[in-house]
């Protein structure tokens, strides 16, 4: 792997609080997660770069919407899960495949990460981890199609990662996410300073998001369900001692729900 990527990582708004993440050079473009197609183009236009690939991260309607309609104008390739019903879809990808964006000199390995939906993947590569709906900056997603046992199975997955690696999610939820998870550990450090710093951020108007991995499995609940403090609060939350780390999970995700 380079030392300096060869390409930079842009966020396009979408909806309230989507990021389609735009991997850019001076030339080409490939999106993330286009749940709308025209904040991209309109990007496209300002900045006179010709679209070269669409990844998505699960078929969810505000990450895979715009697809269709940036096919009728770019034909490009469109990674996607495997398992999930995208019928735009051209490569269908799971764990083990890799996605080559020679335009941009990108290579990113698909990770399967289930538990939002049943077959989420997350993209791996250049030091950098776009990974949609499943790890948020200080949160993690709903689960929807999954189970709670598959959700830390993936996050377990993605938490391996080296501590440096760059966090792309889905959506700007940090502060929302940053106030439960002080519920849930009230004595974190690192948990207040992020809280002043993340507010900071967004008084400025400016993402809180890439995250690392290191600084979410310092503050995230959902990576901490080993921590004493986490485990006492899924245990005062559910009125009884939760028997191991899945229940601590499935515990927090429940509260934050209910949050
Ligand atoms: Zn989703």
Redesign the pocket.
């Known amino acids: 792997m380079s030392d300096k990527n060869e390409f930079e990582v842009v966020p396009l708004r979408a909806f309230r609080d989507n990021y389609i993440w735009t991997l850019r050079n001076g030339r080409y473009a490939a999106v993330v997660d286009p749940g709308d197609a025209q904040p991209v183009l309109d990007y496209l236009l300002s900045e006179r770069l010709e679209l070269c690939a669409i990844l998505a991260t699960?078929h969810?309607p505000d990450?895979t919407g715009g697809i269709a309609d940036l096919l009728t104008r770019h034909a490009v390739p469109v990674y996607g899960p495997r398992g999930e019903p995208i019928p735009t879809l051209t490569h269908p990808v799971h764990e083990g495949d890799e996605v080559d964006i020679p335009q941009l000199g990108a290579r990113f390995s698909v990770i399967d990460i289930p538990g939002?939906?049943r077959a989420h993947i997350a993209y791996y590569g250049a030091d950098s981890l776009f990974c949609?709906?499943t790890l948020f900056a200080c949160g993690c997603?709903r689960l929807f199609e999954g189970t709670a046992q598959q959700m830390v199975d993936s996050l377990a997955k993605l938490s391996a990662l080296p501590d440096a690696t760059l966090v792309y999610s889905g959506h700007e939820y940090t502060l929302a996410n940053i106030q439960f998870a002080r519920e849930v550990e009230p004595d974190n450090p690192e948990l207040e300073a992020r809280a002043v710093s993340d507010t900071e951020k967004r008084k400025q108007q400016q993402p809180t998001l890439p995250s690392t991995i290191g600084r979410e499995k310092r503050t995230n609940p959902f990576l901490r369900c080993l921590q004493p403090a986490v485990i006492a609060s899924a245990d005062k939350y559910l009125g009884k001692r939760a028997g191991d780390p899945v229940q601590v999970f499935a515990a927090i995700r429940q509260w934050k729900n209910e949050f």
């Open positions: 699960h969810h990450h939002h939906t949609g709906d997603g």
